[in-house]
Structures are given as C-alpha cells and as structure tokens.
C-alpha cells in the first residue's frame, strides 16, 4: 500500500512538474511505440479481410476444404456427367476434359489457400494478439519500474538533505 501510495505522489510530481522525470527510451523508440498501436490496427483488420476472402474453412486439412469447395462440387458434377455420356460422345469427352480442369484449379485454390493462411495470416495473427500486446505489456511494466526507480531516488535524496541540515549536538 505504502508503495503505491508513493508511486502515485511520484506520478502525480513528475505530472506537476516538481519531480525529476527519468526518460529511458530514446527518440526513435518514442515514435516506434506510438506507430505500435497504428500498427496493430492495421494487422488484426487485414487478418479480418484475408480470412474472409479464403474460399474454404481456415484451420482444416486440404481434404476438408476440397469437399466444401464449389470449384470441387463442380468438377464431380461435370465428372459424373461425363461417366453417363461415355466417353464416345463429344459432350462426354468435354464433360470430363472441364471436369479434370475445375479438380485441377480446385487443388490450386485450395493449395494457394493453405500457404497464404500459413505465410500471411497466422504471422499477422500472432503479431496483432500476441506479440504486439506483449510489447505494451512490457512497456507498462518499464513505466512503472522507472517511477518506482525515480521514487526511491526522490525519498533517498530527501532523507540525504534531513540528515545533513540537522546540526549535531
């Protein structure tokens, strides 16, 4: 309790302007943090929008999102329709030459999706919910570190001056 108390006459000294203010992060590190936040809102918004333009559900296997995939629906629609006709008829032949096409591009999406998810999205996530909250933890935990340090340099410098202003008898 003591030690908040004093924390607080420390802040609300240095606030005032009576107490000597401790400054440990240099210029540029002063316009890093405040570009953090900016940072951080940008990062979790375009993790937004690339997760809603994946076609197939974030976070499961490739065949998972091979069987939700239209461009997969498609392809075995066209497939199924082929194996009817047979392959003497032109239809037939078509059907199934688009069908092999719509698999194929089917595989490419769903491929094109898993690395995107891995080399964009999961980092973007990390770095706006984990490593940049982090980062304004720690700095919160220097904010009150150096006032404690300023605090405790403020109370011995006063007890300095009480015992050298009293005379000894």
Request: aromatic share 2%; with cysteine; proline share 2%.
């Amino acid at each position: 309790m003591k030690k908040q108390f004093n924390r607080m006459r420390q802040l609300a000294n240095q606030t005032v302007g009576r107490a000597e203010k401790t400054e440990v992060l240099s210029e540029d590190l002063l316009q890093v943090e405040k570009r953090l936040e900016l940072v951080k809102q940008v990062s979790h918004s375009t993790h937004k929008k690339l997760t809603a333009c994946l076609q197939g559900q974030q976070g499961v296997d490739a065949d998972k999102r091979s069987k939700k995939l239209p461009l997969t629906t498609l392809a075995q629609c066209l497939m199924e329709g082929s194996a009817i006709l047979g392959d003497d008829s032109l239809l037939g032949k078509m059907l199934k030459l688009c069908g092999e096409a719509e698999d194929k591009l089917a595989q490419e999406l769903i491929h094109f999706e898993l690395e995107v998810e891995r080399d964009v999205i999961d980092p973007l996530f990390v770095l706006a919910e984990v490593e940049i909250p982090n980062i304004q933890k720690q700095r919160k935990h220097l904010a009150k570190l150096v006032l404690d340090m300023d605090s405790s340099r403020t109370r011995t410098s006063s007890r300095l001056t009480c015992t050298i202003s009293w005379p000894k008898k």
